[in-house]
């Protein structure tokens, strides 16, 4: 069974940095481009970062270019999301979502986890 | 970007309604669209990918048409648990963007 599960959000202050995982299992985690998707409090989803299987490949949203970088550990099985110089429009839950397609940056999120919370307030 | 618009923002149907959603994109996508269903307070799930195509495991009743630039989510008969927010997704080019969302409640 696929499973995804995200921890390391938290209260943080604007301008602070913050580091999510993504816990991967029940898949050959190596094989799939990864996404960060974000959802802020009543609002639609927007997507963030991808990463693609050999991490050769990363785009992110230009909301959080120079800001947020995404990475992997493919012996970990593990997704990463490092936020830096958060902002309060930076509050949302982050999901992380796995790519069904077998190409760099497809865009088809087959799986998500269940989110993290990430309120940025003083 | 490419803009994608849903409509409408919200609905309210009975049970066994036959319920449609569109969705717009601002430009040619193909067939490079996704259609997703989330609950209150839980992630996003997948039903229709590539436009028609029924994700494994997702009731029949679903369904969804389209390509170029104009889309269709149809269920066919309504059900008490479809309640939910529906959005649409484009992955032809980056960023990849999403619609603004349905809000499906029943009467």
């Known amino acids: 069974e696929v499973q995804l599960v995200e921890s390391g959000g938290g209260l943080v202050k604007p301008g602070g940095s913050l580091r999510l995982s993504c816990a991967a299992s029940?898949?050959?985690?190596?094989?799939?481009?990864m996404n960060w998707v974000r959802q802020a409090p009543g609002k639609g989803l927007e997507w963030v970062s991808s990463?693609?299987?050999?991490?050769?490949?990363?785009h992110h949203a230009d909301s959080v270019k120079g800001r947020f970088t995404i990475s992997r550990d493919n012996a970990k099985n593990s997704l990463y999301l490092q936020m830096n110089s958060l902002r309060a429009e930076d509050t949302a839950v982050y999901y992380c979502?796995?790519?069904?397609?077998?190409?760099?940056?497809?865009?088809?999120?087959?799986?998500w986890g269940q989110g993290s919370l990430v309120t940025v307030s003083s | 970007d490419i803009q994608m618009t849903q409509s409408p923002s919200s609905l309210s149907a009975s049970v066994g309604d036959r319920v449609t959603i569109t969705c717009q994109a601002s430009?040619?996508?193909?067939?490079?669209l996704n259609w997703y269903q989330q609950k209150p307070g839980k992630a996003p799930k997948l039903l229709i990918y590539d436009a028609s195509n029924l994700e494994t495991g997702v009731p029949s009743r679903f369904s969804g048409s389209g390509s170029g630039t104009k889309f269709t989510f149809t269920i066919s008969s309504l059900q008490p648990e479809d309640i939910g927010t529906y959005y649409c997704q484009q992955y032809h080019n980056l960023p990849i963007t999403f619609g603004q969302g349905t809000r499906l409640e029943i009467k």
């Open positions: 979502a796995r790519d069904g397609i077998l190409i760099p940056a497809a865009g088809l999120f087959d799986y």
């Open positions: 430009q040619d996508i193909s067939n490079y």
């Open positions: 990463i693609s299987s050999t991490s050769s490949y990363i």
């Open positions: 029940g898949f050959t985690f190596s094989s799939h481009t």
